[in-house]
């Protein structure tokens, strides 16, 4: 099973569930997808025995066989190709904007003149560890680069399908977060009860919705705020599997890089309970299926 871990706002505890979930199973595999700002790492204080850099293709032209046409740069979504068209008093030229590059290969494909190849050029890196039992994978995207999701879907290739799966997603309803979430079996969506919790978790299921994903929620600092949230989730059908109250402990824990289960071991008893209520959420939809 794959479970996905968001927010549509950051600052919510996504990362504190997703940690804690792993830490809390057996046979698991902790995926952090939070490529720009990855820190589930600092909860596990592991050490990372590997690494490997993280691509994007782009292209290379060849101007001996460039004839300038304007294919290329009509076939690119993202601009990121200029051409200026021959004319009687010059040859023509063409512009490749490396970092509006979102390596799709159309340009490549669609050439006429096979003026174009390409080139690896890399954006990040992947980092792999572990702690215990759990798997640890997470992606780090290079400072200064625009696009997240190339290196998410890097990382996404070393989801191991002989464990359970949990990927802390990016924050928000952006690509990154789409890209992190897609494929998933179920998503973990984590709010707080206060205005913007609420206008950013109906962002999120909204999100969810549009994917198709069955999804469920966790409340953190439950007891703060209002009932405006839970009050959502029934009118919306939308299951409410965990309420996480306040607690200033947690809270001097979690900025200490320490699980709320180191602290509170009461609570791998309620994560574990997630777990399965997430399975019956999931057997429940087959059924209705």
């Not at 989801?159 to 928000?172: F, K, L, Q, S, Y």
């Not at 999120?204 to 209002?226: H, Q, S, W, Y």
């Not at 109250?245 to 309620?270: C, H, R, V």
Request: proline letters at 6%.
């Amino acid at each position: 099973m794959i479970i996905s871990v968001a927010s549509g706002k950051g600052g919510t505890g996504k990362t504190t569930i997703a940690v804690n979930l792993a830490l809390s199973l057996s046979n698991v595999q902790l995926i952090d997808c939070d490529v720009e700002e990855p820190n589930a790492a600092l909860f596990l204080n592991l050490v990372i025995s590997e690494k490997k850099n993280a691509f994007i293709p782009v292209p290379v032209i060849d101007k001996e066989k460039c004839t300038y046409c304007g294919k290329c740069r009509e076939v690119c979504e993202y601009n990121a190709i200029a051409v200026l068209p021959q004319t009687k008093n010059s040859k023509g030229n063409i512009l490749l904007f490396k970092n509006l590059c979102h390596g799709c290969g159309a340009c490549k494909y669609l050439c006429p003149e096979n003026a174009i190849t390409e080139m690896n050029r890399e954006i990040g890196v992947i980092e792999f560890g572990n702690v215990g039992d759990v798997q640890f994978v997470h992606g780090k995207l290079n400072i200064g680069e625009a696009m997240a999701p190339p290196v998410i879907r890097q990382v996404k290739q070393y989801m191991n399908p002989t464990r359970t799966v949990i990927i802390d997603a990016p924050p928000g309803t952006s690509c990154p977060v789409i890209t992190a979430v897609q494929g998933t079996d179920y998503c973990l969506l984590v709010t707080e009860p206060t205005p913007f919790g609420l206008n950013d978790l109906q962002l999120a299921v909204e999100t969810m919705r549009k994917l198709k994903i069955p999804f469920g929620v966790v409340i953190n600092r439950c007891d703060l705020g209002d009932l405006k949230t839970e009050n959502y989730c029934k009118y919306e059908g939308i299951p409410v599997l965990m309420k996480i109250p306040f607690s200033e402990q947690i809270a001097k824990s979690y900025s200490k890089g320490e699980p709320i289960i180191k602290l509170f071991p009461e609570y791998i008893d309620q994560f574990k309970r997630l777990f399965k209520d997430i399975k019956k959420e999931m057997k429940n939809r087959w059924k209705k299926k």
